[in-house]
């Protein structure tokens, strides 16, 4: 059945049965994903999945249900679940929103990059891996070479009047390279994501790959002590996502976040400014409204170090006497609505990523973070993590470190930014959005070099 019609069965059924404020949500994904090793096809997947969820308040309680099947017994499945769930509520029924307002006029969706076959997409990963493995002698494997793209539209309805379509895709590789020299072993990775798949350059992304792990290559105790720190982009985007639950009202509201109570104070330097943009042409989070069916706007949520705002969704914004920021999110359509921003970045400035080192007497670039999961305490903002990188002597690259171990607290990390870069990049996303930041420099960190 067509979702129209499968959307206008539900409302006047359920108008019969006395269910108000009915919401279906709707929600489609392909995937492809292909893995290579050694030239051979090492996994491969393609799938398409689609559901619906459905809302709606009986006998002023609101009930739940969801299927994978847009059918007349779907309907009734549905409304029958919707009335019987409502029974078992005991928390009062949200709001719908009703979306008598504007909506951005954007398109996120590439046609051209579902034109890209199956064969052409495994082509190119058994391409980079060859070159990679040809690039240099010190190379001993290539642990993983993969390629994923994922389509994803959206939709929702409500009896109040509310319509809505989006539809956004994009494609991403991943490659990590193991190299050796003597008795030594490093790795290292490199990722790439676009709507563009004639702008994957086989030649660039094995360079990049290799070079990376050879850079590591090499590597030198230092003196254990506290050292001024560039996080490169990836590291410090990386940072950001692990704690960006902070920024969440739901956590706020809840006591799980250190930003309570602190909004238009200073909790950053004066060279932090966070945004949060929805419509970003190639985010994986872009889109014109949430899962809620609010509109979508460019949020700063920090500016100049002083925080403006945290990400609500419609009921965050109630509590706390506010207007949603559009932040309202669904992992899928069996999930329940949750807070979680969509393209959210640190802002570049005009520095170049060299000139946040040349200045120095002595101090370490951190390349990349490892344990970001096990080693961080997302509410207290403490971390400990293991971290590649190099040192830095008298303004200049000399070498890489043996692995590290950095330890601080992120909100002190936030006021002691001292330069911001230029060189914006955001890492894989996932649940907590599309994170992104160009390289940072810290006043300084607790380092120990093993």
Do not use: W
Request: charged share 25%.
């Amino acid at each position: 059945m067509e979702l129209t019609n499968f959307r206008d069965q539900l409302f006047a059924k359920g108008e019969k049965l006395g269910i108000t404020d009915l919401e279906v949500y709707y929600e489609k994904q392909d995937s492809f994903s292909c893995k290579v090793f050694k030239g051979e096809v090492d996994g491969y997947e393609s799938s398409s999945v689609r559901g619906v969820s459905v809302r709606g308040v009986y006998q002023d309680k609101m009930g739940y249900a969801y299927t994978e099947k847009l059918d007349e017994e779907s309907v009734s499945f549905l409304l029958n679940s919707v009335q019987e769930n409502a029974a078992l509520m005991e928390e009062e029924p949200e709001e719908l929103f009703e979306g008598n307002v504007d909506y951005q006029d954007y398109d996120f969706f590439s046609p051209a990059l579902t034109d890209v076959s199956a064969e052409e997409k495994l082509a190119l990963v058994k391409e980079i891996e060859a070159k990679i493995l040809a690039y240099d002698e010190r190379v001993v494997q290539v642990g993983y070479a993969a390629l994923s793209d994922q389509s994803i539209e959206k939709a929702i309805f409500n009896n109040k009047g509310l319509a809505l379509q989006d539809k956004n895709n994009f494609l991403y590789v991943i490659f990590s390279v193991t190299v050796k020299e003597g008795e030594e072993i490093k790795s290292g990775f490199s990722f790439k994501l676009t709507k563009d798949f004639a702008t994957l350059n086989a030649d660039e992304i094995a360079k990049e790959a290799v070079e990376k792990s050879l850079s590591q290559l090499g590597g030198k105790e230092y003196p254990n002590k506290k050292y001024p720190v560039i996080f490169q982009n990836f590291a410090a985007s990386s940072l950001v996502a692990t704690f960006v639950s902070s920024f969440s009202a739901e956590y706020v509201q809840k006591g799980q976040s250190q930003l309570k109570g602190k909004l238009g104070e200073k909790i950053a330097s004066d060279h932090v400014t966070l945004s949060d943009n929805p419509f970003l042409p190639e985010g994986t989070q872009s889109g014109t409204f949430d899962s809620e069916g609010v509109p979508t706007r460019e949020v700063t949520v920090v500016e100049n170090g002083e925080l403006k705002t945290y990400f609500h969704n419609l009921k965050t914004a109630k509590k706390d006497g506010v207007e949603s920021t559009g932040h309202g999110y669904k992992s899928s359509y069996k999930g329940t609505i949750e807070v979680t921003p969509s393209n959210f970045y640190v802002v570049p400035t005009e520095n170049k990523y060299e000139d946040l080192y040349s200045g120095l007497e002595e101090g370490i670039i951190i390349t990349d973070l490892q344990g970001l999961h096990s080693g961080a305490n997302p509410i207290s903002g403490d971390f400990s993590l293991a971290a590649n990188g190099f040192y830095v002597k008298d303004g200049k690259i000399a070498g890489p470190t043996n692995l590290m171990t950095i330890a601080g607290n992120f909100f002190d990390v936030l006021k002691d930014v001292e330069q911001v870069a230029d060189d914006l990049e955001f890492s894989p996303g996932g649940g907590v959005g599309f994170i992104g930041s160009p390289s940072i420099k810290v006043k300084s960190l607790s380092v120990t070099v093993d």
